[in-house]
């Protein structure tokens, strides 16, 4: 089932499937052995509704905010030096910028709730593919460069919000981690609304 994300898709298996049927048997122990490994839709699904399963669920959607976020940092360092067009690079120092209060904004919100990020599928997942992503644009021809990160910021932004909005949205247990998705969400779809009119822009400056 699982894609990879660049191509279009993410399973329930991709991003974190904290869901049903909570163990009695569940304990602070059992939580701390799974979260040891890497988490799967199956030991996700082991503490379910109760307050273990609350906390890795929550927990593992805050890790995944922060490696999005990360990734959006990591895109935009590794290009803007090479940027070109005024407006490619103003976009990049955006994205740097609003990320970086994005990251610290949730983690302090996280902090507060008593929240931890954890370790995922997902955001393994995500922190690989920026790798892959980033290497690409470090690779980009120095005539390129701008059209290639305008065009892979409208691919990272779309795949990053269908994943808030289908599959960490309803995972999210606690009001502040909702409150969390909901201000990535909104960040996101104007950042991919920008990164679509920067790469129309950018491709039919590059028309022949």
């Given amino acids: ?76 360092e590794a290009v803007r030096d090479r940027l070109t067009d005024p407006a490619a690079r103003r976009y990049a120092e955006a994205m740097v910028e609003m990320h970086t209060d994005a990251l610290t904004t949730d983690k302090e919100a996280f902090a507060a709730a008593g929240i931890q990020a954890l370790p995922s599928l997902g955001a393994t997942v995500l922190t690989a593919d920026s790798a892959l992503i980033t290497k690409a644009l470090v690779k980009a021809p120095e005539a390129k460069v701008d059209l290639v990160y305008a065009e892979s910021q409208v691919v990272v932004h779309g795949r990053v919000l269908f994943a808030i909005e289908n599959e960490l949205a309803p995972k999210a247990r606690g009001e502040v981690t909702q409150a969390r998705l909901r201000a990535a969400r909104d960040m996101v779809k104007a950042h991919l609304e920008e990164a679509k009119a920067l790469y129309e822009t950018l491709k039919g400056n590059n028309a022949p």
């Fill in 1 to 76: 089932m699982s894609t990879h994300w660049i191509t279009g898709k993410w399973s329930a298996a991709v991003l974190i499937a904290a869901g049903v049927g909570c163990s009695a048997a569940a304990s602070e122990a059992d939580l701390t052995a799974a979260l040891e490994r890497e988490p799967t839709a199956e030991s996700a699904a082991a503490f379910g509704s109760g307050e273990l399963g609350a906390r890795f669920a929550d927990g593992a959607v805050a890790g995944c905010l922060t490696a999005a976020n990360k990734g959006e940092i990591l895109q935009a």
